[in-house]
């Protein structure tokens, strides 16, 4: 860092006390990197340092100031693309993410992002925890070289493996994107089981090996139910951390609402997704405040959001990833960090809106960071929204139902396999 | 906005005039919102309001001002992924940005990153211009549709084409990614020439169409000969507003030296990539400063570097596209915003290290934002360098033999075609 040292110097003669106030035109690289320090080491004590002397000395107005805030922000942005560049080296410990289906298409589009620090921040290093079937490690191994050839200052790290104990030991984050896919012919039965013992083996794995405080989003489907499973498989973890993704649906509702209205997806407030993540679910537009003829809420906004899926496969030939992703990232995003507004996400019933408690159902929350999160409970729901979401959540009954025996005794015949043949040892 | 209002006067209460010194552990949601609307309107004078009172006031100490700056900085990112949350919405006026190739690989990584604000900032506005072939404007509906799915504050329109004018028209930025991959049994020769007939047609509809500032960034290869050629068929656009893409290579150097040495990438400076976007690039350490021997640089690295693309496609079974789309954001990121540290280019030789002026040549690049750039011409190469990069230079000069006739007369069907076709309705 002793690089900062002579170049602030040089700035300090030709910057003015009011320099702040211009900072938009100046591009000052001496104040840039004087913010950058400041960001890049949160852990060190500034009261006496050169780098922050600089900086305070310079705020005298308002004006100043706000300048200085908007710089830190720009910065900030740079400090994360830059990392390279400015010798920017986050002192914060990493933390272990797991993603399983990791050299699927939706992963694709998630990794990169995850270790550009879109997900966690840009002042929190990670080590990526890959899972895959042993068929497709190779693959992954492509995916991981590219990761790699980014050269991103935040990654710190990379586990690829096919074994649950090592894709799931001490990670704080766990995203479930693979799953069974429906092929042509399969029972929605079959589907169910098939990916129960999946997650219930996962649920197991993340119980044993996991970090206890451990935040596990469920993105493979059918997602609720495969929350469902793998929390009910962990019994040392808390079931109010694992979850299920509406993020995709609730963003998808707002864009639709966003494109009928001309307005910006960002005025739109108080929306959210109820029920299961599929074509049952129930996007309620009551508490939003924006005028909408019902008609066409219930007969095309509606049944817009609840088959955008299936749509988006007819174009695209594929099912969404790369929105897919995104939304896991904003999922995780707000859920690690907190955010402002209601969002959408399936999570255990509290037994708000009549709903069963400890289905896993999408509800209207807000995040405060660090895992935490509440039910927004007080809506008033009309009549058509109530047989709506009663539809969504017999659903997630009979699905419940269908997998009812993975509930209770968790399968995991890798596990059982490795615990017999260390068995036979002893 | 009123919303912030009530919130800051319930904070107010509560938060002590020292509060920033333990922001950290504190979360503030008044401080927090406070910050969001200063840094989401650069516009508006703030010398006088009410969010901005409550900040300065609340800083005493250097402490409470190193705490502010990163408050400042995190929600920046968070204001980036809470647009709809908070209520940010940039002031500044979109963008245009044209990508071609929108419906492959390559780009599917980039659009929602682009969208999301890491290329451009998170405070700037963008419109897409996504061009691709008629018979992929299908698959890039798909693609557009997951795009709105995501909600993103800044994305504030798509146009989808297959005509250049209509892809080009008033953007300022391009990042022409599309191109014709080199199939089983073709030529090298043929390859250049189809590519060429490609970018002269680009080059021509931008010179046109395009912002007479837009910076144009080629990814398709033979990148190097590919934007010579969009930039002879653009006279009255400025040659050094094209440039190739080297940043990948650039990125796979430092990830390479990274693992070498067990050292963080970031701590890795003064390396550039010389020459060609090819196998004949050359990849120099000598100015790193680090402690390399010297068989392993020569016999290792500058192979594995070189080669690192063909890797990649062994294990993927398909070639390098996220992290393709990777170093297109951050090369864009530096050129459009500026950069601290070297970064690598390819653009039009100014005679530097004895290249022949006019070709588009990997370098050494200092960038300073808003499109201007110094090439850093000051290295001493050793001998064995400057032989190398000899080769990358010679290969360089036999491209442009190969697609002679096509810098100096741009064809372009579908623009003589229409010519013809308005010549005769006249």
Same mark, same amino acid.
């Given at each position: 860092m002793s690089l900062l040292r002579p170049c602030l110097r040089n700035v300090s003669r030709v910057?003015?006390?009011?320099? =702040?106030?211009t900072i938009d035109e #100046?591009?000052? =690289?001496?104040?840039?990197q004087a913010v950058a320090k400041v960001i890049s080491d949160p852990q060190t004590e500034y009261s006496n340092t050169q780098e922050l002397n600089y900086l305070s000395s310079s705020v005298n107005t308002n004006e100043d100031f706000a300048s200085l805030v908007r710089l830190a922000a720009r910065?900030?942005?740079?400090?994360?693309?830059?990392?390279?560049?400015v010798g920017y080296a986050s002192r914060k410990k990493p933390v272990r993410v797991a993603v399983t289906g990791a050299a699927g298409q939706i992963s694709y589009s998630l990794l990169f992002?995850?270790?550009s620090g879109e997900m966690l921040g840009e002042d929190? +290093?990670?080590i990526l925890h890959l899972l895959e079937q042993p068929e497709a490690l190779k693959a992954l191994e492509g995916v991981v070289m590219e990761?790699? &050839?980014c050269a991103f200052p935040l990654l710190r790290g990379v586990v690829q493996t096919s074994d649950l104990a090592e894709a799931f030991k001490s990670v704080k984050y766990a995203l479930l994107v693979g799953a069974k896919p429906r092929t042509k012919g399969m029972e929605r039965g079959d589907l169910l089981r098939d990916n129960a013992k999946i997650f219930s083996a996962q649920g197991k794995a993340l119980n044993d090996h996991a970090d206890k405080s451990c935040l596990t989003l469920v993105v493979g489907n059918p997602a609720n139910t495969n929350a469902l499973i793998a929390a009910s498989n962990a019994p040392d973890l808390a079931p109010e951390n694992f979850s299920a993704m509406t993020r995709l649906d609730h963003n998808r509702a707002l864009s639709q609402l966003s494109a009928k209205l001309s307005i910006g997806v960002e005025e739109i407030k108080n929306m959210a997704i109820f029920g299961n993540h599929s074509a049952t679910q129930y996007p309620d537009v009551s508490q939003t405040g924006l005028t909408l003829d019902d008609q066409w809420t219930k007969a095309t906004f509606v049944p817009n959001v609840q088959n955008r899926g299936a749509e988006i496969i007819k174009f695209r030939g594929s099912s969404s990833a790369a929105s897919a992703a995104d939304s896991a990232l904003k999922h995780m995003h707000d859920w690690a960090l907190g955010s402002e507004e209601i969002v959408?996400?399936?999570? +255990?019933? &509290?037994?708000? =809106? #009549?709903?069963a408690k400890g289905l896993y159902v999408s509800y209207p929350v807000k995040c405060h960071g660090q895992g935490k999160y509440t039910v927004v409970d007080d809506w008033k729901l009309n009549d058509y929204a109530k047989q709506k979401i009663d539809l969504s959540i017999k659903e997630l009954q009979d699905e419940k139902k269908a997998v009812g025996e993975l509930l209770k005794s968790p399968i995991d015949k890798r596990q059982a396999n490795k615990q017999s043949a260390s068995d036979n040892k002893k």
């Open positions: 910057v003015t006390r009011r320099a =702040y106030s #100046n591009r000052s =690289y001496g104040l840039k910065q900030s942005g740079q400090v994360r693309f830059d990392g390279a560049q992002r995850i270790a929190q +290093p990670v990761l790699e &050839d959408s996400m399936a999570i +255990p019933s &509290d037994g708000s =809106y #009549n709903v």
